[in-house]
């Protein structure tokens, strides 16, 4: 029997709700129009052969208060003058949401809106249109809602404070909170903030403090200088420095040199080179190095894992530093250390258009597997269509050693 039950009426319902319909039309009443639910009846041979099952059906119906029946009449050969269902309406939103048991969600939902029409009406206007999009969502907030009200109130009223989050001084709203809503108030923000207050060149939830002009936590790059001759007083021999972005900016020192390497060890036994330093890498952010205009003016040389994942980061520094070149990024460096080879998981997928010829050619033989000569006599063992890795770890040092004397 697939005759319209009240499970299924509900799930009906239910759908409307899922898609946010019912507590839209709380956010604009004249967005609510009766809804004409899907209606399956008895056929004439069910009528007549389950007879009982269909009384219970329709008594099932009629105990649906919420659903307008709309009856239609008819004579059977068996039963005579009858009627059964022709329609079933919900013709109000009240009865929509009762059906599913979502009364009290939706009073929690019109407090909601009452409360933003009541703390600011020009605010409210700005939200109408997320809350109308985002209904759902709103509601889940219910409980947060005044404390979103008032970030943003206060934030109209100090654009681009220039403070860190732990300075904004409102009752009962620490930095926490905010950094826990951060992907909301972003969404919010940008409907109530005029456009000088906020910066559209960064996005995403971790760029929150400079999109609306907070004091950041300031980024920091780690280095070594590696000319003893450039050494700075006051530091061990190991000249191992952290500064901050600010701060690396305005580095003052002759270096015509600079290595960047992916492996803390590596960069930690980096040999001496003359007016060189060496920076530890950040895997794929070099936004922190972006500001340093000096590196505009020195040779930059990359050191990564010889796999496709190496050539998408020096892909991504040539978008700072497009002068940047690799180093034992090359085919005899992985020919010198087929011992060393092992699989790849997951090469990347993306395209990497800022290699060279031969950068892209390689990075395409580490992907399929296959390395042409002069490593094909040893390939036997290697399984084609295995992606390669050789991660810079392995590489001898006295390989690095003679690879940055041919560079001196």
């Known amino acids: 029997m697939t005759w319209t039950s009240r499970a299924d009426l509900r799930a009906q319902v239910q759908k409307l709700w899922d898609r946010g319909e019912l507590l839209r039309a709380l956010v604009e009443p004249a967005s609510w129009q009766p809804r004409r639910l899907r209606l399956v009846v008895p056929g004439s041979g069910e009528l007549s052969d389950q007879i009982e099952a269909v009384r219970a059906w329709l008594a099932e119906l009629r105990a649906v208060v919420q659903v307008r029946i709309v009856w239609r009449a008819f004579t059977h050969r068996v039963l005579g003058e009858s009627a059964l269902p022709a329609e079933l309406w919900l013709d109000t939103l009240p009865a929509a949401l009762a059906l599913i048991g979502k009364t009290q969600e939706a009073q929690r939902f019109e407090a909601l809106l009452s409360a933003t029409r009541a703390h600011d009406a020009a605010l409210a206007e700005q939200l109408w249109p997320w809350l109308q999009k985002r209904p759902l969502l709103a509601l889940t907030l219910a409980s947060d809602w005044p404390r979103l009200l008032a970030v943003l109130r206060w934030l109209q009223s100090h654009p681009r404070p220039g403070i860190y989050l732990r300075q904004v001084d409102l009752p009962g709203i620490d930095s926490k909170f905010i950094e826990s809503q951060r992907g909301v108030l972003t969404e919010l923000l940008d409907l109530c903030l005029p456009p000088d207050a906020i910066d559209a060149s960064v996005t995403g939830s971790a760029q929150f403090c400079r999109r609306y002009g907070f004091r950041d936590k300031p980024l920091r790059i780690r280095l070594r200088v590696l000319d003893?001759?450039?050494?700075?007083?006051?530091?061990?021999?190991?000249?191992?420095?952290?500064?901050?972005?600010?701060?690396?900016?305005?580095?003052?020192?002759?270096?015509?040199?600079?290595?960047?390497?992916?492996?803390?060890?590596?960069?930690?036994?980096?040999?001496?080179?003359?007016?060189?330093?060496?920076?530890?890498?950040?895997?794929?952010?070099?936004?922190?190095?972006?500001?340093?205009?000096?590196?505009?003016?020195?040779?930059?040389?990359?050191?990564?894992?010889?796999?496709?994942?190496?050539?998408?980061?020096?892909?991504?520094?040539?978008?700072?530093?497009?002068?940047?070149?690799?180093?034992?990024?090359?085919?005899?460096?992985?020919?010198?250390?087929?011992?060393?080879?092992?699989?790849?998981?997951?090469?990347?997928?993306?395209?990497?258009?800022?290699?060279?010829?031969?950068?892209?050619?390689?990075?395409?033989?580490?992907?399929?597997?296959?390395?042409?000569?002069?490593?094909?006599?040893?390939?036997?063992s290697w399984p084609l269509g295995q992606a390669i890795r050789l991660e810079q770890e392995r590489l001898s040092f006295g390989w690095v050693q003679q690879a940055l004397n041919r560079l001196t």
């Not at 001759?229 to 061990?236: F, K």
């Not at 330093?277 to 500001?291: E, M, N, T």
């Not at 003016?297 to 070149?325: C, K």
């Not at 580490?366 to 094909?376: C, F, K, Q, R, V």
């Open 228 to 380: 003893a001759a450039l050494a700075l007083t006051g530091l061990g021999p190991d000249q191992d420095i952290t500064l901050t972005q600010t701060d690396f900016a305005q580095l003052a020192l002759p270096i015509r040199r600079v290595f960047i390497t992916e492996n803390e060890v590596n960069f930690l036994a980096f040999p001496p080179v003359a007016g060189s330093v060496v920076i530890f890498g950040a895997g794929y952010g070099f936004d922190v190095l972006s500001g340093a205009a000096w590196l505009q003016r020195v040779a930059v040389h990359y050191w990564g894992d010889l796999d496709s994942h190496g050539f998408a980061i020096l892909n991504q520094l040539r978008a700072h530093l497009p002068h940047a070149q690799s180093l034992l990024m090359d085919a005899a460096t992985l020919h010198a250390h087929r011992s060393q080879w092992v699989t790849e998981p997951v090469p990347a997928g993306r395209q990497l258009t800022r290699l060279t010829e031969l950068e892209a050619a390689l990075c395409q033989s580490l992907i399929s597997g296959y390395i042409a000569p002069p490593a094909a006599p040893s390939m036997a």
